[in-house]
């Protein structure tokens, strides 16, 4: 097997196969002991995971900068900067000497061209491309891509690509696209009782029983899963505003819909826009939909302005200037209103079509809420197209939140039964910490705390976010009193 930390893997253990831009899924296995309420239990679950795949780096090159047919001439920068970031560290053996094959760590790619790279050799500079075909005979052929780099910077061992091939077993630790995403899920997904035999076919291949380290510690594995028993808690019983034809609601394993409900308490939007980066739409069909859901939005409670505070925009994909106009008109607008210094309150937000979603999505993002302030819902064109009600009205539920609203409370909330909760004045904090993906080495991480506002309820929360040390797990700021001469304690931190 091939480990990583307390998992195993091998293509012995098949459903892998391709996930695109050169790597690929290996199947394998979790394991641990772990001292539990029934005794030493030993923890095992199927896992999935990327691996780089065993090919010619050149061949990897074009899957992974999405280049169809012949290489190019010469590759762009933005290329080979993405493409020194997913082999740096990557392990190869050279294929350009038939009699002894040498392995390699990639430690970067360099950014002349194969053709104008030259080395000392025995006090005389001679080109890369020289250098293989004297003393190998060997014709590189891509001389205008750039070569790749092993050992240090003052001591480098440049490799052209198309004499290495990516040797098998690595694993692949970069973050994955949308597509590769997709791909593993399809191939990782079991349901509960083909996982459940997929598990048991390990513990049987393992065979513990005849493992001399399990025997040397009195260790027995049973080979079925342990039983416990189980309990179906009752659902909470939701309360909803009393204007609706339903105002209490009985979930039904685990779901219930907004069908003759209206939110508890709906959040009220005066001033929004839209812009649309959706290229197959028409102009029509995002006024449509606007209509449309501004109008579950009122039924369901809320108060929103029938009419955009500017005119519905269509821009080209990746355009945000489009974004700070709207936000820029919006206020030019509302002050010729004689409502200065109001200013647009949301903006929805149709997202462009395929790959180029999630990229938008981050951008949008980052603009509106770091820079402008500005709340944003966003949609996929997909659904703009053919928005049913209960999209619409799952739309409207996150929405409402987004503006301050309440969707439902807890009955046993409002009628105190809830222990602990509401014996006392109560708040409920939640607080978490996410890091960087592997390879951004400079991030931060990002600290986020949530807390109620509104007990005994607490259905409503506010947030919280700060910046912290990279892959810093304790929160840095949290809570804080300093002593001051005059003023005495001051509290400070993300939850003074």
């Known amino acids: 097997y091939t480990p990583i930390s307390r998992s195993f893997f091998s293509k012995s253990f098949g459903h892998g196969g391709d996930i695109g831009s050169g790597v690929e899924c290996w199947r394998g296995y979790y394991q641990s002991l772990r001292p539990t309420q029934m005794g030493l239990s030993l923890n095992i679950d199927i896992s999935a995971t990327a691996f780089y795949k065993a090919q010619p780096v050149m061949d990897f090159a074009l899957e992974y900068l999405n280049i169809r047919g012949d290489a190019p001439r010469r590759l762009f920068d933005q290329d080979r900067l993405k493409l020194k970031k997913a082999l740096k560290g990557v392990r190869v053996v050279a294929t350009h000497r038939p009699d002894i094959s040498i392995r390699y760590k990639i430690t970067g790619i360099t950014s002349a061209p194969l053709n104008e790279l030259t080395f000392d050799l025995d006090g005389t500079r001679v080109s890369v491309v020289q250098y293989f075909k004297r003393q190998y005979d060997y014709s590189l052929k891509y001389v205008q891509w750039p070569c790749l780099q092993a050992g240090s910077d003052s001591r480098p061992t440049y490799l052209p690509m198309e004499v290495c091939n990516i040797l098998g077993g690595q694993r692949y630790s970069r973050k994955l696209n949308e597509r590769q995403v997709t791909n593993i899920l399809r191939l990782a997904c079991e349901r509960p009782d083909k996982r459940e035999g997929s598990i048991v076919e390990v513990i049987n291949r393992n065979n513990y029983g005849i493992d001399d380290n399990a025997k040397e510690f009195g260790i027995k594995v049973m080979n079925q899963l342990a039983l416990v028993d189980a309990r179906v808690l009752p659902p909470p019983r939701l309360k909803y505003h009393q204007s ?8 039904s394993v685990g779901q219930w819909n907004m069908n003759n409900k209206r939110m508890i308490n709906g959040g009220s939007i005066r001033h929004w826009a839209c812009v ?12 449509v939909f606007c209509n449309y859901l501004v109008g ?5 409670g809320m108060q929103v302005s029938e009419t955009p505070c500017v005119d519905i925009v269509q821009a080209r994909q990746g355009n945000l200037e489009a974004v700070k106009n709207i936000y820029r008109q919006s206020a030019q607008v509302l002050a010729q209103q004689g409502l200065e210094g109001q200013n647009l309150e949301l903006l929805f937000v149709v997202l462009p079509d395929g790959p180029n979603a999630s990229d938008c999505y981050g951008r949008v993002k980052r603009l509106c809420e770091i820079e402008l302030g500005l709340i944003t819902q966003c949609c996929l064109p997909k659904h703009v197209q053919r928005a049913g009600t209960q999209y619409l009205q799952n739309m409207a539920l996150k929405i409402n939140v ?5 969707n439902t409370v807890l009955e046993n909330a409002l009628l105190r039964r809830i222990p602990l909760l509401t014996d006392k004045p109560t708040i409920i904090f939640g607080a978490d910490v996410t890091h960087p993906s592997p ?8 600290a986020a705390v949530v807390a109620s506002m509104d007990w005994p309820e607490v259905s409503k929360y506010t947030c919280l976010v700060s910046s912290q040390g990279h892959r810093e797990e304790i929160i840095a700021d949290l809570f804080t009193e300093v002593k001051d001469p005059q003023k005495g304690v001051i509290y400070g931190g993300m939850i003074r």
């Open 244 to 251: 609706g034809r339903e105002q209490i609601c009985n979930p």
């Open 276 to 287: 649309s980066f959706g290229s197959r739409l028409q102009w029509n069909d995002v006024s």
């Open 296 to 300: 579950t939005c009122n039924n369901m």
């Open 402 to 406: 987004k503006v301050g609203g309440r």
């Open 439 to 446: 390879g951004e080495d400079v991030s931060p991480s990002i």
